[in-house]
């Protein structure tokens, strides 16, 4: 089991977000998996998407603030770009780092690594 001491509503707009990215951004049928560890003092939150993926470029502006990724796969897929950048300043709020690993056409994972206050076993 992980615990970590958060917020409720900061909580919900983190997952909420990076959830509905994967499947927004994802092929028709395609697959989003969640997966949360523990890895020493860190909670360590995975949402693996089967999507269309994000180039190396992109990857580098995608957590600032209106970014919108525009290609020929994006185009018709709204929102305001503004997701992320506000996954990121809650993450950080609670000392956690936020980072994306992607493949163009492959998928993306976004990881979230937050300390967790430790508890007793
Ligand atoms: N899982 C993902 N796979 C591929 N591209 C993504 C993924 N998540 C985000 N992106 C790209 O990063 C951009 C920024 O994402 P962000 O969540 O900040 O904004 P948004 O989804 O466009 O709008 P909002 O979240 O405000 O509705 C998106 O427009 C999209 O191009
Ligand atoms: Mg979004």
């Known amino acids: 089991m992980v615990t970590i ?11 909420s977000n990076l959830l509905s990215n994967a499947v927004k951004y994802n ?3 395609g697959k989003v998996d969640i997966i949360i560890d523990r890895d020493n003092g860190d909670a360590v939150i ?8 994000i180039s190396g470029k992109d990857q580098e502006v995608l957590f600032d603030d209106f970014v919108r990724i ?3 796969k994006t185009r018709n897929i709204s929102g305001s770009g503004l997701g992320l950048s ?3 300043k809650i993450v950080e709020l609670y000392h956690g780092l936020i ?3 992607s ?3 492959e ?3 976004f990881i979230v690594t937050i300390p967790v206050k430790l508890v007793p076993d």
């Not at 001491?5 to 919900?12: K, M, P």
């Not at 995975?46 to 993926?53: A, N, R």
């Open 99 to 101: 980072i994306v690993e």
């Open 27 to 29: 092929h028709e049928g």
């Open 70 to 72: 525009k290609n020929e």
């Open 86 to 88: 506000i996954v990121k």
């Open 103 to 105: 493949t163009v056409g």
């Open 5 to 15: 001491q958060a917020d409720n509503e900061g909580v919900n707009i983190v997952f």
């Open 46 to 53: 995975k949402v693996i998407d089967t999507g269309i993926g």
């Open 107 to 109: 998928g993306s994972t």
